[in-house]
Structures are given as structure tokens and as C-alpha cells.
């Protein structure tokens, strides 16, 4: 077993454009407050690390790679620390909203640190997890009032994915990006990971960069200015949680770009009526079922005519 113990989105049709997504970028935009509790990890104390994307590539000038399932970010200038009883306040210039058009009914996206344990490195086995140390998220309509989000812990059970075409611990960067405003399926758990090597856990993400994914639903909000992180541990305790990034989820007819060239055209129509009928088993993917019903059909192709440009 191997470990590395790093601090831890032909027809003319209509197009469908997401306010969030109609010119703004998906991520956090600012910093409200930041308190590193007891105990932080090290020098991970810069709050302003968790604006913009995720990191997709780590350890520059150090031990450079790519982030995988199993090698998370772990640079002082990528993630930061919440020791015990302190918290993160970060905030959307564009409100992340309840969309049912939302892959799964996830609409935010939180990226922590955690990875899989290695079973067989260097080939990249999952078996268990590290460095998922939980954490609270709250969300906000407005700043003031919050909203405990229950049964989603901010740093883990999904680790980051950087790239779909690059190894678990590749030097270089991959050329095809993940994506990070594309939820895995939250039905999937740890254990579903288990014995699973780097190109299989890629298939099972679908294309997803991971994540810790909230539906706004459960707490009966339309749409949220603002994300808190929390961490309730004891202050005699080390238990830190390490938080990378966040982001707004992006509308499944967004990835009716199924080729990931931009835009949504004749290829994509092509794509999609050759994966027409029902989707493979996992970890094979299905990205061609737009409305994750396991099947391509007449809804998948309805929602790529309104995508279509």
C-alpha cells in the first residue's frame, strides 16, 4: 500500500443560456471572512486560495503532477486550512440557483483535498480513503441567514480530478480537462471506488472533476449568495479540513457539448444517436444521457435541439 500523506462544464433551435453561466464563471469571487480555528495545518492559512477554478495540476517546483483520485492538491498557494471551531466565508457574484435542469438536482459543488488510498502504486487501486476529514457547509440567500446543509461532509468523498486522459501521478498535464461544474453521481459512495484502478474511477466520474455536491432542495432555498465552511472539532485535536475551491453546477444541457468542442452541433447529434438505447453498466460511461434516466432517448435529444449553437 502506497500513500502519500500530503495536507491533505445542423437544426436551428433556441439556445438555452444559464444566467449563471452567461458570462460569469462558475467559481467563488470573494473572500467575506476567515477564521483558521485551532490548530490549522501549517502554512495553508491563505483564505484567497479558494476563489476561482479548482487546481488541476499540483506540487509545482516540489513534486509537480496532475490532481487525481489519488493525488489531491497540497500546495500552500492551492488549498487552506480550517482548524477546530474556525470557519470560511466565500461569495458568488452570480446567485448559484435550485435549477432542475442541474445534473442529479446538485447545484454547488465544494473541493477539498482528500484522495484514495493507493492499493497497487503506482497504478492507481483504489481502496478506502484519506484525508476526507468532513466539515460543515452552510449556504446562504444573503449573508446573514444560514442554512446547514446535512449528509455532505466539505472535504470528501470525492476527490478532485484534473484531467480524463492522464495517469494517476503523470508529471505533464493532461490535454482533455475535467469538468468542474459537472457533478458525479452523489448515489455513488467510497465503497463503490474500491478496487477500481485511475481509468476506470475517470469512467465513473463521467466527466465530472468531483466534488462534494449540494442540492439546494434540502434546505428549501431557490438560490444562494454564500457558502460557509465550518469546522466543529476540538481544539486539542490536529483534525483540520483542507478546502480548494467552489463551484456553481452547470445545467444539463450544457453538456450536450459532447464533444467538448464549445459548441452544440451535427457531431454532438451524431454522438448522441450512436449511443442511442440503453446506457452500458458502470464503470463504462453514458455521457449522451443528458437527463441520467440510464437511457438515450427522445428527452436527451429533445434537450440537445434546445443547446443547439
Excluded at 487501486?125 to 449556504?139: C, H, P
Excluded at 440567500?141 to 466539505?154: E, I, L, S
Excluded at 449511443?275 to 440510464?294: I, Q
Aim: hydrophobic share 45%.
Amino acid at each position: 500500500m502506497f500513500v502519500r500523506a500530503f495536507v491533505l462544464c445542423a437544426i436551428a433551435a433556441p439556445v438555452l443560456v444559464s444566467p449563471a453561466f452567461a458570462g460569469d464563471d462558475p467559481f467563488a469571487d470573494r473572500l467575506i471572512s476567515y477564521d483558521e480555528g485551532a490548530n490549522p495545518a501549517g502554512a495553508y492559512t491563505n483564505p484567497a486560495t479558494t476563489l476561482g477554478s479548482p487546481e488541476r495540476f499540483t506540487g509545482e517546483g516540489v513534486f509537480p503532477g496532475v490532481v487525481s483520485a489519488f493525488n489531491p492538491p497540497f500546495g500552500t498557494d492551492e488549498i487552506v486550512s480550517i482548524g477546530a471551531n474556525g470557519h470560511l466565508v466565500v461569495e458568488f457574484d452570480t446567485p448559484v440557483t435550485d435549477d432542475p435542469a442541474n445534473p442529479f438536482g446538485i447545484d454547488l459543488l465544494v473541493f477539498g483535498n482528500a484522495a484514495f488510498i493507493d492499493d497497487a502504486y503506482p497504478a492507481g487501486v483504489a481502496r478506502g480513503l484519506f484525508g476526507d476529514d468532513g466539515g460543515v457547509i452552510e449556504v446562504s440567500p444573503d449573508g446573514v441567514n444560514w442554512f446547514v446543509v446535512t449528509g455532505v461532509p466539505a472535504n470528501g468523498p470525492l476527490p478532485t480530478i484534473g484531467y480524463l486522459d492522464a495517469g494517476p501521478y503523470d508529471t505533464e498535464p493532461g490535454e482533455i480537462n475535467s469538468d468542474f461544474t459537472r457533478p458525479v453521481d452523489p448515489a455513488l459512495e467510497v465503497a463503490d471506488f474500491d478496487g477500481l484502478d485511475n481509468g476506470e474511477i475517470i469512467r465513473l466520474y463521467d466527466g465530472s472533476g468531483g466534488g462534494a455536491g449540494v442540492d439546494l432542495a434540502t434546505v428549501g432555498l431557490a438560490s444562494i449568495c454564500c457558502v460557509r465552511i465550518t469546522n466543529p472539532g476540538d481544539p486539542a485535536m490536529t483534525t483540520n479540513i483542507e478546502i480548494d475551491a467552489f463551484s456553481d453546477v452547470a445545467p444539463v444541457f450544457a453538456a450536450a457539448d459532447l464533444d467538448m468542442d464549445g459548441v452544440v452541433g451535427i457531431i454532438d447529434f451524431l454522438l448522441l444517436l450512436a449511443a442511442w438505447g440503453p446506457c452500458p453498466d458502470p464503470p463504462a460511461t453514458c455521457p449522451a444521457d443528458l437527463d441520467n434516466s440510464g437511457d438515450v432517448g427522445i428527452t436527451d435529444f429533445l434537450t440537445l435541439l434546445g443547446a443547439w449553437g
